[in-house]
T-cell receptor
């Protein structure tokens, strides 16, 4: 596609449930990033992939959060045992390669944990 | 954690006026980027300025960077109602490419 796409656009779940958020980066972009944005705040870095491997996962808040990118394209962010504090907009971005380049963002997934 | 801090937090101007937003950061950077966000979704890249550049222009946008003061400014000239959005600066802390965003400036342009 022409841009980064994310599905679903909205996700409502109950506390304790498991959720998966999907990101389709721009074709040919080797670097992929996940961010989380709470209301009134700027995006906060979660994890970065170069190809299939997670090059930096230092932003993941705890071990309930996990992300994969098995074929170096589509990525899935997985959240186990969701908590109300996980409610936020989850943004995915991609760039042509790692290294001080412009990142192209998707529209985000708004996660609401009841 | 967030590194860039925007100032002001909110700005309201009349259409046609210029809007200036400022960003300060704490550590050394390789580049600084400005993004726009409408309605809390999907950031749009506006401009990237490298640490060895002092000023950059793109259409109605002018960005300056002062590495000695660890600050940047974004100027939007001849503002339009469609410029209403939140504007964020983002830096690459310590050479990484994992962007650190500020809390943003919410700009309202009144028609």
């Amino acid at each position: 596609g022409a841009g980064v796409s994310q599905t679903p656009s909205n996700k409502v779940t109950e506390k304790g449930k498991y959720v998966e958020l999907r990101c389709d980066p721009i074709s040919g972009h080797t670097a992929l990033y996940w961010y989380r944005q709470s209301l009134g705040q700027g995006p906060e870095f979660l994890i970065y992939f170069q190809g299939t491997g997670a090059a930096d996962d230092s932003g993941l808040p705890n071990d309930r959060f996990f992300a994969v990118r098995p074929e170096g394209s589509v990525s899935t962010l997985k959240i186990q045992r969701t908590e109300r504090g996980d409610s936020a907009v989850y943004l995915c971005a991609s760039s042509l390669t790692h290294g001080y380049n412009e990142q192209f963002f998707g529209p985000g997934t708004r996660l609401t944990v009841l | 954690s967030q590194q860039g801090e925007e100032d002001p937090q909110a700005l309201s101007i009349q259409e046609g006026e210029n809007a200036t937003m400022n960003c300060s950061y704490k550590t050394s950077i390789n580049n600084l980027q400005w993004y726009r966000q409408n309605s809390g979704r999907g950031l749009v890249h506006l401009i990237l300025i490298r640490s060895n550049e002092r000023e950059k222009h793109s259409g109605r946008l002018r960005v300056t960077l002062d590495t000695s003061k660890k600050s940047s400014s974004l100027l939007i000239t001849a503002s339009r109602a469609a410029d209403t959005a939140s504007y964020f600066c983002a830096t690459d802390e310590g050479g990484a490419n994992n962007l650190f965003f500020g809390t943003g400036t919410r700009l309202t342009v009144i028609p």
